[in-house]
């Protein structure tokens, strides 16, 4: 029978909470709960994993599964505008390791930046997606249902210009 918190989930949720404003890889979390490792071994970083994926209710955060090969597990604060963006930007981005560097992903989100991206923007599909979800945790469901309408519009739009964009270039 357990007697509360491990070592290991002590660590995990001190990392998570110690930067609600970011977004944290398994190989990233594995490092911090064990700094002196010069290699991250495979049954540590299992061991993070099943931790990390428990404890992501308690602290009010989530994870994704980038979808590429080797399909790593990114660790983000739903609520937090430039984490989640951050996770979203690392996960479509993962392969060019240029992106990793939270310092490159605040200049994607940065409207002033000429190579900004759509969805990370004030007003983007990912700031909408937050405040839905900010608004179903306060339990205010007219807001939250008028958010959920703006964003289901704003994807259905992105969704017909991809859909135009990719008509035109076949032609």
């Not at 009010?60 to 430039?82: C, H, K, M, Q, T």
């Amino acid at each position: 029978m357990s007697k509360g918190s491990g070592k290991l989930q002590t660590a995990v949720l001190s990392a998570l909470r110690g930067g609600p404003n970011r977004s944290l890889s398994l190989d990233e979390l594995v490092r911090i709960v064990y700094p002196d490792l010069p290699q991250i071994e495979k049954n540590r970083r299992v061991a993070v994993m099943r931790v990390a994926k428990r404890a992501v209710a308690e602290a009010e955060w989530s994870w994704l599964r980038v979808a590429s090969r080797g399909a790593a597990i990114l660790f983000f604060n739903p609520y937090d505008v430039r984490s989640y963006c951050h996770a979203q930007l690392r996960s479509r981005w993962w392969k060019q390791h240029f992106y990793r560097l939270p310092e490159r992903l605040d200049r994607l989100m940065d409207p002033k930046n000429p190579d900004h991206d759509q969805d990370a923007v004030p007003g983007g599909l990912w700031h909408q997606e937050v405040a839905c979800l900010i608004a179903v945790r306060r339990g205010n469901p007219e807001l939250a249902t008028r958010q959920q309408n703006q964003f289901r519009r704003q994807v259905k739009s992105a969704l017909a210009d991809l859909r135009v964009h990719r008509g035109a270039s076949r032609r």
